[in-house]
């Protein structure tokens, strides 16, 4: 899967369709169905089907990644754990944080690396890749 994502995406489902349009062949075909769950559902933000796959999305936005309620990294691995119940094909995690902060950005990075030595297939997107499916797709 691509890796062009925008903290916008959490707010802007026309962005999400354009750049599952645009990425359609190297996804899988166009999506059928795209929902959008609440916010905390069963591990995921976004569920997209395709007529051959399942994607899982997860949006992680500056508050929550600054967030005190639970370690940043243990609840993206959480969510992770609740996510299999999806028979999912592939998981995509957004990071929407502020690079420039320190304390986001050892987040960030922590959970990246965590979830790259997690046997799943997932993608993990940096907040400066996560801009680009705006400014592609407004």
Same mark, same amino acid.
């Given at each position: ?19 599952? !349009? ?18 905390? !559902?069963?591990? /995921? ?10 994607? +899982?999305?997860?949006?992680? &936005?500056?508050?929550? /990644?600054? +967030? ?11 969510? /992770? +754990? ?14 929407? +944080?502020? %690079?420039?902060?320190? &304390? ?7 959970? %990246?690396?965590?979830?790259?030595? %997690? ?13 680009? /499916? ?5």
């Amino acid at each position: 899967l691509g890796s062009d994502w925008s903290s916008d995406v959490c707010s802007s489902d026309l962005s999400l369709r354009k750049w599952l !349009e645009n990425k359609k062949s190297e996804i899988g075909g166009t999506a059928y169905s795209i929902i959008i769950h609440s916010r905390h !559902e069963q591990g /995921i933000d976004v569920l997209v089907e395709f007529s051959k796959s399942r994607i +899982g999305i997860q949006i992680h &936005s500056y508050l929550d /990644i600054e +967030g005190e309620k639970e370690a940043f990294g243990s609840k993206v691995t959480r969510q /992770i +754990g609740e996510s299999l119940k999806h028979t999912l094909d592939g998981r995509i995690i957004i990071y929407c +944080g502020d %690079m420039t902060d320190t &304390s986001q950005k050892d987040k960030i990075l922590k959970s %990246m690396s965590e979830v790259s030595r %997690m046997s799943i297939n997932a993608r993990c997107v940096p907040p400066e890749k996560a801009i680009v /499916i705006i400014k592609q797709n407004l």
